[in-house]
């Protein structure tokens, strides 16, 4: 399925894309390391929306930004479109300037990476004996990435079958990692919030609290 041009996920490639080719406008930007840098993007932005691995967008992508954070004016500036903007350092000849947009854009590279999970088979399992012990193990398929608010990065769970709990039925689980990684499909021991999806219409929400938390779990 192909990635939407508009969306959280899609901000960085689209940024990317657009600066990229913005900058190879400029006079004699094809052949110099700029042009190199805006290959790149490129690259990365089409990859991405072509639906190729994203352990293989994630890195291109990162790369075109690490590269333009530090500027050394004027012998070293391999920034991207409008990506001149910053703060500058030093004096006389040569002034180090530390480039804001792209170091901004570093906070989209989590959501990329948090993307990846969608699609995903996943298991959580029991944390420690409780009221989840007659509902887990659960497993299912990771079908969103959300954010309510400040609450950032929230997967949305759907187990193979629906369960109850206190006699509501419930389709759905969002699950966030308790040390605020982002979830690794396979990996052990991985200690997450478990909050009831009793109501799909409160997806729709900005707020977290409409989803009780029950209990922590265990996802791999």
């Known amino acids: ?13 689209v940024v990317a894309l657009i600066f990229s080719l913005v900058n190879l406008t400029n006079p004699g ?14 690259i990365g932005s089409i990859l991405y929306f072509i ?42 000849d040569s002034e180090i300037v530390i480039n804001i947009i792209p170091s901004i854009l570093l ?7 948090a993307s990846r999970l969608v699609g995903k088979r996943i298991t959580i399992s029991e944390f420690r004996e409780g009221s989840l012990s007659d ?3 659960l497993e299912g398929t990771i079908t969103k990435r959300m954010d309510f608010g400040s609450e950032k990065n929230w997967m949305l769970f759907k187990p ?24 690794k499909s396979g990996a052990k021991n991985q200690i997450i919030f478990f909050r009831l999806v009793s109501n799909e219409i409160y997806l729709q929400s900005n707020a977290i609290e409409n989803f009780p938390f029950i209990e922590w779990a265990i996802c791999r």
């Not at 930007?29 to 490129?42: D, E, F, M, N, T």
């Not at 967008?57 to 004027?74: D, H, N, R, T």
């Not at 906070?107 to 990476?113: G, N, Y």
């Open 51 to 92: 639906d190729f691995h994203m352990r293989i967008v994630i890195p291109v992508l990162y790369i075109w930004i690490i590269v333009q954070i530090i500027s050394v004016e004027p012998y070293f500036n391999l920034t991207q479109g409008f990506f001149n903007m910053g703060v500058s350092l030093g004096a006389n």
């Open 1 to 13: 399925m192909k990635k939407p041009l508009f969306g959280t996920e899609s901000i960085l490639p």
């Open 160 to 183: 193979d079958k629906p369960f109850y709990y206190d006699d509501a039925l419930v389709p759905y689980v969002l699950i966030k990692r308790k040390d605020g990684k982002i979830i």
């Open 135 to 137: 509902i887990l193990p």
């Open 29 to 42: 930007a094809l052949l110099s390391l700029s042009g190199l840098v805006s290959v790149i993007g490129i």
């Open 107 to 113: 906070s989209t590279i989590v959501i990329l990476r």
